[in-house]
């Protein structure tokens, strides 16, 4: 702030008060006084106009509280229908309205806060005009400075938003400081645009600002329109203020926090010996390492039971009076309800996730003992609806070429380079949208490697990417590096961490990184239903290189490793897709005539194994692989202690072992034939006996027992 503006400043009153004539007639020549002159005038005519209106204004308003009372359109010189008073030349014109430049003096210089009413209903063009800013106390260099941190995020044109929304909240505030601005700030002026656009004058305040060619608009939606552009103007200085540190609070578009919910548990109106006990659960959710978006799905459950207890039974105030009864009358209502979105019936899943969060909290609130709910649990598993099993849909190679020759061709890089990461590191879109720009290096041998962020397995993962992949990704770090975004607090990763995808300081979202471009990239590929619905959605990619790594040969770590999966049998589902041992078994034993051996041949053929037997072996076939042939036996049966190769009744071989059968043959008389030299009986003995199973197996397979070239164990 300049001393010129420091000079003869009051402390702010509780009454407002003009400035004296002396002091704003002072501070204009200061700042006007080397203006030049027109012929016959001894003042400059910014200075004469200046004088004129503030002399106006005080004998229009001499007592500046009745200014700031009196109904808004009085006070921008406007009649009741919202026109404006107009000159002989057709200009705009107004005691109040020309007395803009003397208001925004009290403002910024006496400290005096200009209601939002006001701030809002009209424009301010000369707050940072290179003479004026530095009388007024603004740093004009600190605003030029965020003007070029703005540039820098991406905003090209982003001066008018910045000058916008500056100006208005230092005068709204009464403080000439930028750097005073702060989060509460930016959201108590979002809630005085939304009371403001509210108000019954803003259509005719804003038919008089807007184009003449929207003048013919319905007004009803002028001031929808001029919300939704001054939160976006508040919510990008947010942004830019974020990425300069001067707030530490991550924006969010309309200025709304993202954790609204979690101030409101349960329902307005819920009966507060109902409300506390779930309020109490999901709190602890909460606090625990629960994701939000799954107790956000608890809270949501609990809410339309809440609703239908309200609706059905208004009598019980307390949980301890639910009863089995009105459990099962909520079940069948939710089987019965129709969704309102398709006019069917709810699915099956979605009654799921409104059943499942009810169960776990009955049982976990009567295990703890609280006193507040049923002594017994009113839910069991078998309330549960019955989900179906199904396969991963992959991508079929055909359709996969002619996607990705579209994806490749997509202008936007941010897009582009997102659906080759997807395709060729099976990682989530949630992951992938949240990789850091430090998430690309190298193995030894130079090809490329990236760190998957943690996600939903609370790990992070290393996994090799396809140099296309990896090209596209490095040049958008590059880009994110110079462009500077500030860290974000990453909820998963629980620090602040620099994210790549991000435009203009803001992260991109899901629906940008990947839905839009990949429908733009069916409709181009052809990939569309009946209806003219894209047929393939982001998740499939991860499907697909799940099943291309199964079909690959890839051991089941790998693919757990890769895909980022807890547990084998997530994995072992694309092993069910596309098994070769399984396409190659039942080509060689069914298809093509095979046949099996071995004691527990005969139990396989004839379906003689138990149900839990083959539903483990549906699943762990690839764990019961020997050197000759497989071994039926399951974990609860315990550790095989007797020869696989001689009589053990679990074993059975097919012909694809043939080879390595005839070649232990060869091993074993080789071995036989060596303790007879050695003097060694009981060894000849136990050698022959291998050989004599072996050829045994080899006559049931009807194979032949005579060494051929191509044999190996």
Request: hydrophobic share 40%; glycine share 6%; net charge neutral.
């Amino acid at each position: 702030m300049t001393a010129l503006s420091l000079a003869a400043v009051p402390e702010p009153s509780p009454r407002r008060r003009h400035a004296p004539r002396e002091e704003y007639f002072g501070w204009l020549d200061a700042v006007f006084g080397d203006e030049p002159r027109a012929h016959g005038h001894d003042l400059a005519a910014p200075i004469r106009s200046r004088r004129y209106f503030y002399n106006r204004f005080v004998k229009h308003w001499p007592d500046l509280e009745e200014w700031f009372t009196a109904p808004l359109l009085a006070r921008l010189d406007l009649d009741q229908d919202g026109a404006p008073t107009l000159a002989a030349s057709g200009k705009r014109t107004g005691p109040s309205y020309d007395a803009g430049s003397y208001l925004t003096y009290l403002s910024m210089v006496h400290r005096m806060p200009m209601d939002a009413d006001w701030v809002l209903s009209r424009n301010f063009d000369s707050l940072f005009n290179p003479r004026v800013a530095p009388a007024l106390g603004v740093d004009l260099d600190l605003f030029n400075a965020l003007d070029q941190r703005q540039r820098q995020l991406g905003y090209r044109y982003g001066r008018a938003l910045l000058t916008w929304a500056v100006a208005r909240l230092l005068l709204w505030r009464g403080d000439s400081d930028i750097t005073s601005i702060d989060y509460d700030d930016l959201t108590a002026f979002g809630e005085e645009i939304r009371r403001w656009c509210a108000r019954p004058e803003a259509r005719l305040i804003r038919a008089g600002h807007v184009h003449r060619t929207r003048r013919n608009h319905d007004p009803a939606v002028l001031p929808v329109q001029f919300e939704q552009q001054c939160l976006t103007r508040l919510h990008v200085l947010h942004v830019l203020l974020f990425n300069t540190g001067q707030i530490s609070r991550e924006p969010r578009h309309g200025l709304r926090s993202d954790v609204i919910w979690k101030q409101q548990l349960v329902p307005p109106g819920t009966p507060p010996v109902i409300a506390a006990p779930v309020d109490r659960w999901l709190n602890g959710r909460l606090q625990t390492t629960d994701r939000a978006e799954s107790v956000r799905g608890a809270r949501d459950a609990f809410r339309y039971l809440l609703r239908w207890l309200a609706e059905e039974h208004p009598e019980i105030t307390s949980l301890t009076a639910l009863t089995r009864d009105h459990i099962e009358r909520y079940l069948t209502y939710l089987h019965e309800r129709i969704n309102p979105r398709n006019g069917k019936p709810l699915a099956a899943r979605t009654r799921y996730t409104y059943i499942s969060p009810l169960l776990q909290f009955f049982q976990e609130a009567s295990q703890w003992g609280w006193d507040d709910v049923p002594a017994r649990p009113l839910l069991g598993r078998s309330d549960l609806p019955k989900l179906p099993s199904r396969l991963p849909r992959f991508i079929p190679r055909d359709e996969l070429d002619r996607l990705m020759t579209a994806v490749e061709e997509l202008e936007n890089p941010y897009q582009r380079t997102a659906l080759l990461l997807v395709r060729w590191s099976g990682a989530r879109r949630g992951e992938i949208r949240r990789l850091t720009v430090d998430c690309l290096d190298a193995y030894p041998d130079g090809y490329p490697r990236l760190r998957i962020p943690v996600g939903k397995t609370y790990a992070e993962r290393m996994i090799p990417l396809h140099p296309q992949a990896a090209d596209a990704l490095r040049e958008l770090i590059a880009k994110a590096k110079t462009d500077g975004a500030a860290a974000r607090y990453d909820t998963w990763a629980q620090q602040p961490v620099r994210w790549v995808f991000m435009h203009r300081g803001r992260p991109m979202s899901k629906n940008y990184l990947f839905d839009e471009p990949l429908k733009i990239a069916c409709h181009a590929a052809g990939l569309l239903d009946g209806e003219g619905r894209q047929t393939v959605s982001a998740h499939r990619f991860r499907h697909t290189v799940g099943t291309q790594l199964a079909e690959g040969g890839a051991q089941i770590q790998t693919i757990m490793a890769i895909l980022g999966h807890r547990n084998a049998q997530m994995s072992a589902t694309y092993s069910h897709i596309s098994d070769p041992v399984l396409k190659e078994q039942y080509e060689k034993v069914i298809a093509a005539g095979g046949r099996l051996a071995g004691p527990a041949a005969e139990a396989l053929l004839a379906d003689r194994l138990d149900a839990d037997t083959v539903n483990w072996l549906k699943t762990n076939f690839f764990k019961t692989e020997l050197e000759l042939g497989h071994c039926l036996r399951t974990p609860a049966e315990g550790p095989c202690e007797c020869d696989l190769y001689l009589r053990c009744t679990k074993f059975f071989t097919t012909s694809e072992y043939a080879p390595r059968l005839r070649a232990r043959l060869v091993r074993e008389q080789q071995l036989a034939q060596d303790a007879i030299e050695r003097g060694w009986p009981r060894e000849v003995e136990r050698h022959n006996a291998v050989a004599d199973r072996i050829r045994a197996l080899l006559t049931e397979l009807g194979e032949s027992i005579e060494p051929e070239p191509d044999d190996h164990c």
